[in-house]
Protein backbone atom coordinates (compact mmCIF):
# COMPACT_ATOMS: atom_id res chain seq x y z
CA UNK A 1 0.00 0.00 0.00
CA UNK A 2 1.48 3.50 -0.90
CA UNK A 3 -1.13 5.69 0.06
CA UNK A 4 0.51 7.26 2.88
CA UNK A 5 4.80 7.75 2.41
CA UNK A 6 7.03 8.14 4.92
CA UNK A 7 10.75 9.48 4.84
CA UNK A 8 13.51 8.29 5.68
CA UNK A 9 13.13 4.96 6.39
CA UNK A 10 15.86 5.05 9.12
CA UNK A 11 17.56 7.74 11.02
CA UNK A 12 20.12 7.71 13.46
CA UNK A 13 21.12 11.17 15.27
CA UNK A 14 22.83 12.25 17.97
CA UNK A 15 21.18 14.20 20.97
CA UNK A 16 22.65 17.22 20.02
CA UNK A 17 20.75 17.07 16.53
CA UNK A 18 17.87 19.04 14.87
CA UNK A 19 16.27 16.73 12.26
CA UNK A 20 12.91 16.11 10.67
CA UNK A 21 10.07 13.11 9.56
CA UNK A 22 7.82 13.70 6.81
CA UNK A 23 4.57 12.15 5.66
CA UNK A 24 2.32 12.35 3.05
CA UNK A 25 -0.63 10.65 1.91
CA UNK A 26 -2.48 10.19 -1.39
CA UNK A 27 -5.59 9.60 -0.07
CA UNK A 28 -7.56 12.50 -0.07
CA UNK A 29 -7.96 12.11 4.23
CA UNK A 30 -8.96 15.41 6.31
CA UNK A 31 -6.83 13.90 8.96
CA UNK A 32 -3.38 12.69 9.75
CA UNK A 33 -1.84 11.53 13.07
CA UNK A 34 1.88 10.34 14.47
CA UNK A 35 2.03 7.36 16.85
CA UNK A 36 5.53 6.03 18.66
CA UNK A 37 5.74 1.95 19.09
CA UNK A 38 8.69 1.06 21.12
CA UNK A 39 9.19 -2.30 22.08
CA UNK A 40 6.87 -4.08 24.26
CA UNK A 41 4.34 -0.90 24.74
CA UNK A 42 1.12 -0.37 22.48
CA UNK A 43 1.25 2.77 19.62
CA UNK A 44 1.06 5.80 21.86
CA UNK A 45 -0.70 8.33 20.14
CA UNK A 46 1.33 11.69 19.71
CA UNK A 47 -0.58 13.96 17.69
CA UNK A 48 -3.72 14.26 15.52
CA UNK A 49 -4.25 16.87 12.81
CA UNK A 50 -8.21 17.32 11.48
CA UNK A 51 -8.10 19.70 8.68
CA UNK A 52 -4.71 21.36 9.28
CA UNK A 53 -5.76 21.92 12.77
CA UNK A 54 -4.06 20.38 15.46
CA UNK A 55 -6.45 18.54 17.83
CA UNK A 56 -5.02 16.19 19.78
CA UNK A 57 -1.24 16.96 21.87
CA UNK A 58 -0.94 13.76 24.25
CA UNK A 59 1.01 15.21 26.48
CA UNK A 60 4.64 15.05 24.42
CA UNK A 61 7.23 16.92 25.46
CA UNK A 62 8.61 19.85 23.45
CA UNK A 63 11.00 18.26 21.78
CA UNK A 64 8.69 16.83 19.56
CA UNK A 65 6.75 19.74 17.48
CA UNK A 66 4.26 18.55 14.33
CA UNK A 67 3.96 21.21 11.27
CA UNK A 68 0.81 20.47 9.40
CA UNK A 69 1.44 22.90 6.50
CA UNK A 70 -1.83 21.06 4.15
CA UNK A 71 -4.12 17.93 4.40
CA UNK A 72 -1.24 15.64 2.43
CA UNK A 73 1.72 16.91 4.49
CA UNK A 74 2.64 15.98 7.86
CA UNK A 75 5.86 17.06 9.63
CA UNK A 76 7.61 15.73 13.14
CA UNK A 77 10.41 17.95 13.90
CA UNK A 78 13.26 16.50 16.19
CA UNK A 79 15.95 18.49 18.44
CA UNK A 80 17.49 17.52 21.45
CA UNK A 81 16.16 13.88 21.88
CA UNK A 82 17.19 11.77 24.45
CA UNK A 83 18.21 8.25 23.89
CA UNK A 84 14.55 6.59 25.02
CA UNK A 85 13.14 8.19 22.09
CA UNK A 86 14.56 5.67 19.81
CA UNK A 87 11.94 4.21 18.13
CA UNK A 88 9.47 3.38 14.75
CA UNK A 89 7.48 6.55 14.53
CA UNK A 90 4.28 5.94 12.10
CA UNK A 91 2.43 8.15 10.45
CA UNK A 92 -1.65 7.60 9.76
CA UNK A 93 -4.38 9.47 7.97
CA UNK A 94 -7.77 8.58 7.90
CA UNK A 95 -11.12 9.84 5.97
CA UNK A 96 -12.00 12.28 9.18
CA UNK A 97 -10.30 12.89 12.71
CA UNK A 98 -13.30 11.53 14.39
CA UNK A 99 -11.70 8.82 15.50
CA UNK A 100 -14.79 6.58 13.65
CA UNK A 101 -12.77 5.91 10.53
CA UNK A 102 -9.87 3.49 9.97
CA UNK A 103 -6.27 4.65 9.51
CA UNK A 104 -3.86 4.04 7.07
CA UNK A 105 -0.51 3.57 8.52
CA UNK A 106 3.27 4.91 6.53
CA UNK A 107 6.20 2.02 6.82
CA UNK A 108 7.20 4.18 9.53
CA UNK A 109 10.90 5.64 10.33
CA UNK A 110 13.23 3.91 12.67
CA UNK A 111 14.77 6.43 15.18
CA UNK A 112 17.84 5.58 16.61
CA UNK A 113 19.06 8.24 19.19
CA UNK A 114 22.48 8.05 20.15
CA UNK B 1 -7.65 8.15 30.93
CA UNK B 2 -9.05 5.65 28.51
CA UNK B 3 -7.36 2.43 28.51
CA UNK B 4 -7.40 -0.69 25.83
CA UNK B 5 -6.56 -3.84 27.76
CA UNK B 6 -6.10 -6.53 25.11
CA UNK B 7 -4.67 -10.08 25.87
CA UNK B 8 -2.83 -12.23 25.51
CA UNK B 9 0.63 -10.93 24.89
CA UNK B 10 1.58 -13.70 23.04
CA UNK B 11 -0.15 -16.92 21.80
CA UNK B 12 2.18 -20.24 20.10
CA UNK B 13 0.05 -22.40 18.30
CA UNK B 14 0.33 -25.06 16.00
CA UNK B 15 -0.68 -24.58 12.66
CA UNK B 16 -4.17 -25.72 12.02
CA UNK B 17 -5.22 -24.76 15.98
CA UNK B 18 -7.66 -21.99 16.13
CA UNK B 19 -6.64 -18.46 18.38
CA UNK B 20 -8.54 -15.74 20.29
CA UNK B 21 -7.43 -12.49 20.84
CA UNK B 22 -9.10 -10.19 23.43
CA UNK B 23 -9.91 -6.37 24.05
CA UNK B 24 -11.45 -5.00 27.10
CA UNK B 25 -12.34 -1.70 27.75
CA UNK B 26 -13.61 0.00 31.59
CA UNK B 27 -15.68 2.64 29.06
CA UNK B 28 -18.29 2.59 26.51
CA UNK B 29 -17.04 2.75 23.13
CA UNK B 30 -18.21 4.11 19.92
CA UNK B 31 -16.56 1.67 17.91
CA UNK B 32 -13.49 -0.94 17.77
CA UNK B 33 -10.87 -1.61 14.99
CA UNK B 34 -8.61 -4.38 14.60
CA UNK B 35 -5.31 -4.20 13.00
CA UNK B 36 -2.86 -6.80 12.16
CA UNK B 37 0.91 -6.11 12.27
CA UNK B 38 3.24 -8.67 9.78
CA UNK B 39 6.97 -8.40 11.55
CA UNK B 40 8.88 -5.36 9.83
CA UNK B 41 6.01 -4.17 8.90
CA UNK B 42 3.08 -1.60 9.78
CA UNK B 43 -0.57 -1.82 11.01
CA UNK B 44 -3.05 -2.93 8.88
CA UNK B 45 -6.56 -1.94 8.99
CA UNK B 46 -8.59 -4.89 8.93
CA UNK B 47 -12.27 -4.38 10.23
CA UNK B 48 -14.70 -2.04 12.12
CA UNK B 49 -17.21 -2.64 14.70
CA UNK B 50 -19.83 -0.04 15.51
CA UNK B 51 -22.93 -1.70 16.68
CA UNK B 52 -23.54 -3.93 20.05
CA UNK B 53 -23.11 -7.29 19.73
CA UNK B 54 -22.09 -6.95 16.24
CA UNK B 55 -20.56 -10.44 14.70
CA UNK B 56 -18.29 -10.13 11.31
CA UNK B 57 -16.34 -12.87 9.59
CA UNK B 58 -13.38 -11.97 6.78
CA UNK B 59 -13.07 -15.91 5.84
CA UNK B 60 -11.49 -18.12 9.11
CA UNK B 61 -11.51 -14.34 11.21
CA UNK B 62 -14.52 -13.92 13.21
CA UNK B 63 -14.66 -10.43 15.32
CA UNK B 64 -17.27 -9.61 17.79
CA UNK B 65 -18.13 -6.57 19.46
CA UNK B 66 -19.52 -7.08 23.21
CA UNK B 67 -23.72 -5.98 23.90
CA UNK B 68 -22.23 -3.83 26.56
CA UNK B 69 -19.50 -2.33 23.78
CA UNK B 70 -16.74 -2.69 26.25
CA UNK B 71 -15.00 -5.36 25.07
CA UNK B 72 -14.30 -7.49 21.78
CA UNK B 73 -12.68 -10.43 20.31
CA UNK B 74 -10.93 -11.52 17.04
CA UNK B 75 -10.97 -15.33 16.34
CA UNK B 76 -8.90 -16.93 14.03
CA UNK B 77 -10.06 -20.58 12.57
CA UNK B 78 -7.27 -22.89 11.76
CA UNK B 79 -4.33 -20.76 12.07
CA UNK B 80 -1.77 -20.94 8.86
CA UNK B 81 1.55 -19.64 8.90
CA UNK B 82 0.38 -16.75 6.83
CA UNK B 83 -1.48 -15.75 10.06
CA UNK B 84 1.82 -14.24 11.68
CA UNK B 85 1.57 -11.24 13.26
CA UNK B 86 0.86 -8.68 15.82
CA UNK B 87 -2.81 -8.31 15.82
CA UNK B 88 -3.95 -4.63 17.71
CA UNK B 89 -7.12 -3.54 18.71
CA UNK B 90 -7.93 0.23 18.86
CA UNK B 91 -10.96 1.72 20.78
CA UNK B 92 -12.16 5.40 20.85
CA UNK B 93 -14.81 6.16 23.05
CA UNK B 94 -16.33 10.11 21.30
CA UNK B 95 -15.30 12.48 18.33
CA UNK B 96 -12.22 13.12 19.69
CA UNK B 97 -9.73 11.61 16.64
CA UNK B 98 -8.47 9.90 20.11
CA UNK B 99 -8.21 5.99 18.68
CA UNK B 100 -6.14 4.25 21.44
CA UNK B 101 -4.56 0.67 20.81
CA UNK B 102 -4.20 -2.34 23.06
CA UNK B 103 -0.91 -3.68 23.83
CA UNK B 104 -1.39 -6.00 20.66
CA UNK B 105 -1.13 -9.92 20.58
CA UNK B 106 1.64 -11.52 19.14
CA UNK B 107 0.95 -14.62 17.25
CA UNK B 108 3.44 -17.22 16.24
CA UNK B 109 2.41 -20.24 14.20
CA UNK B 110 4.29 -23.62 14.05
CA UNK B 111 4.04 -25.13 10.67
Known amino acids: ETGVTQTPRHLVMGMTNKKSLKCEQH?????MYWYKQSAKKPLELMFVYSLEERVENNSVPSRFSPECPNSSHLFLHLHTLQPEDSALYLC?????????????FGNGTRLTVT | GQQVMQIPQYQHVQEGEDFTTYCNSS?????IQWYKQRPGGHPVFLIQLVKSGEVKKQKRLTFQFGEAKKNSSLHITATQTTDVGTYFC???????????FGQGTTLQVKP
Open chain 2, 90 to 100: AASSGNTGKLI
Open chain 1, 27 to 31: LGHNA
Open chain 2, 27 to 31: TTLSN
Open chain 1, 92 to 104: ASSQDGTGNSPLH
